[in-house]
C-alpha cells in the first residue's frame, strides 16, 4: 500500500494532501505518529517535508527507507521523542542537532562510523547502533 501511495505523489514531494490521505486526518497537526518507508536519495523524495505537515509528531518510523543523513530530515522535527532508521543507509548522523527531544533512536544495520553527533545529545535514553561500522566508543 505504501509503495502504491508513493507512486502518486507528484514530483516526490510530500504534499498536505497526500499526508492527509496516508495518515487518515484532516487535521495533522493531531498526527503524532507515523510509520512509512521513503526514499531521499540523490533527491528522490523531499523527507524535510514531514516535520513541516506534522509539527506534533512524536514517533517516526523510517525503518527500511533510504536516507543517507539526519540532514535529509530538515529541521522541524523538534518534538520527536523516537525514531527508528534501522536497515535506511544512513551514513552520517550530521544534522542531529535539530532533534533536542529525542530520547530513543534505533539505528540498528547501517553504515554509521562517527558517533561525534552524539556526545552533546544529552536527552537521548536509548540508542541501538547494531551492525554499523562502529570500531571504538
Known amino acids: 500500500q505504501v509503495n502504491a501511495l508513493f507512486e502518486e505523489m507528484s514530483e516526490g514531494e510530500f504534499t498536505e494532501e497526500w499526508m492527509q490521505k496516508y495518515t487518515g486526518r484532516d487535521d495533522l497537526t493531531s498526527v503524532n505518529a507515523l510509520s512509512l518507508q521513503v526514499d531521499s536519495m ?24 533510504r536516507i543517507h543523513t539526519f540532514r535529509d530530515l530538515g529541521t522541524n522535527l523538534s518534538n520527536l521523542k ?23 533512536l534505533y539505528l540498528a544495520f547501517n553504515d554509521i562510523s562517527d558517533l561525534s553527533p552524539l556526545w552533546m545529545h544529552d536527552s537521548l535514553q536509548v540508542l541501538d547502533l547494531e551492525g554499523n561500522l562502529i570500531r571504538d566508543l
Do not use: H
Not at 525514531?83 to 542531529?96: C, E, K, P
Open 42 to 65: 540523490m533527491g528522490a523524495q523531499r523527507c524535510e517535508m514531514i516535520g513541516e505537515l506534522l509539527p506534533n509528531l512524536q514517533y517516526l518510523k523510517l525503518s527500511e527507507s
Open 82 to 104: 523516537v525514531l527508528w532508521l534501522s536497515r535506511s543507509f544512513v551514513q552520517d548522523l550530521g544534522g542531529i542537532t535539530t532533534l533536542p527531544v529525542l530520547e530513543e
